[in-house]
């Protein structure tokens, strides 16, 4: 992605500018705005801004599958592809777990058990050891893959999935926003390369946190899988921190970052 900022603060109080985003996607070109605090914030704390990047960048690539035909299939109350290994970078996983500790205390066992019984059922089966971050870095393309099929075969739906829908939806982590089919749904429950065309993002903004991730000390992956957010929350790490400096500042880092992807 080739990505240019121009910043003005045209409107906007005088601690936050407003900025203008221009992206090239392929042979288009995406224009995006934000509102971001001038203060000095942390790459967690930006996350609403990156969030709001994120939908102008896969509302431009919807706009350009449905002018070739396509439809995007997927909708509300079909969680099919819920069931996957989700992997949420650190600074969603810091962000997530305020949102959560934020919560009332019974809204919060509530979502511990939902939690603990994905992990309880996964260790039931001897799953739970295949998702050990030290051992998923060391996977090659096809072992993820096969690793990737197993996790879906074990039927574990995401501790956030209510009637088939997202229960976090405006929350959800980018890598769920960014994962769009245009296959029938009913093939999202046995996914394969050959029924499932998902539609390609010119750019992942998940896989720009993923590697600001990994510039963490002792870091390997970038992520976790979604699963074990309540247990990495009692860590208490604040990933977020190691990258702050001024909202227009860190975003324009974050960009850059994504333009030399
Ligand atoms: S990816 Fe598949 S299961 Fe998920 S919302 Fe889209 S169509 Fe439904
Ligand atoms: S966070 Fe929401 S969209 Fe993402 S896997 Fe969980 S239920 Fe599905």
């Known amino acids: 992605m080739n990505a240019s900022t121009e910043m003005s603060d045209a409107g906007s109080q005088p601690d936050e500018v407003h900025v203008e985003f221009t992206l090239a996607l392929g042979e288009g070109k995406v224009h995006a705005e934000a509102i971001v605090p001038t203060a000095k914030v942390t790459l967690t704390q930006l996350l609403p801004v990156l969030q709001g990047l994120s939908s102008s960048i896969i509302g431009a690539v919807v706009g350009q599958v449905e002018e070739e035909g396509h439809a995007i299939s997927c909708k509300a109350g079909c969680g099919a592809c819920c069931r996957q290994l989700v992997p949420i970078s650190l600074f969603e996983a810091e962000a997530m777990a305020e949102w959560i500790r934020s919560l009332s205390?019974?809204?919060?066992?509530?979502?511990?058990?939902?939690?603990?019984?994905?992990?309880?059922?996964?260790?039931?089966?001897?799953?739970?050891?295949?998702?050990?971050?030290?051992?998923?870095?060391?996977?090659?393309?096809?072992?993820?893959?096969?690793?990737?099929?197993?996790?879906?075969r074990q039927g574990?739906?995401?501790?956030?999935?209510q009637d088939e829908s997202c229960s976090i939806h405006p929350n959800r982590p980018l890598i769920c926003r960014?994962?769009?089919?245009?296959?029938p749904a009913e093939c999202c429950s046995h996914p394969t390369p050959e029924t499932v065309k998902i539609v390609p993002m010119p750019v992942t903004l998940s896989s720009a946190l993923y590697r600001a991730g990994r510039m963490l000390?002792?870091?390997?992956?970038?992520?976790?899988?979604?699963?074990?957010?309540?247990?990495?929350?009692k860590m208490g790490a604040r990933p977020g921190d190691s990258f702050e400096a001024g909202g227009p500042k860190l975003l324009a880092a974050f960009l850059e970052q994504c333009g030399t992807a």
């Open 178 to 183: 960014e994962y769009l089919v245009t296959s």
């Open 105 to 152: 205390q019974e809204q919060q066992v509530g979502l511990q058990q939902r939690f603990d019984h994905a992990l309880r059922t996964f260790a039931s089966t001897g799953f739970l050891e295949q998702l050990d971050p030290a051992k998923l870095k060391d996977l090659s393309l096809e072992e993820r893959k096969v690793m990737g099929q197993e996790y879906v």
């Open 156 to 161: 574990v739906a995401c501790p956030f999935l």
């Open 217 to 233: 000390p002792g870091e390997v992956n970038g992520w976790i899988p979604l699963v074990f957010l309540m247990a990495w929350m």
